[in-house]
């Protein structure tokens, strides 16, 4: 389950290319980030890294570009962050359909994420747009929720 590459051997984010570092898993399980590195000259190069955030039941994945667009999400982020959390063009593409049920890493990045800083996701995507279907992972099934949020006079 490799998403868009086939790996014949260990995968490991510093071995990445910085194409595709971001939202990759290693062997080990744990997530790769995008990070930046002053060289000698000054100038500033990209590396990948392996953070010490570990994902259960996925390993050795590379994001897929089809997940990247639906999802609203840029491979070049360095590091990772919860802030786009508040511009609502990119909860509601996190919220859609087209990542929400076809991108589990992703949504698990930003659920898990979202809840090591204190943030509550799904009260997040609700008040992201007025009308708003957004998932709720329950006991590990998924249950769909349409809310129509009105606004007060």
Known sequence: MCGIYELAAEMVCEDLPKEVCAFSLASSGKRCLLETEKVADGCV???CRTSEVVVERMAEYIETDQCVEACGVDRNSVGISSDAFFEPQFTGKLCSPACYQKCPNIIDLFFNLAAGEG???LLIMLLSSSVST???PIQHTLKIT????????
């Open 119 to 121: 943030k509550n996701c």
């Open 45 to 47: 190069e990209y590396q």
């Open 134 to 136: 957004f998932f709720c």
């Open 146 to 153: 349409t809310f129509q949020h009105q606004t007060p006079n």
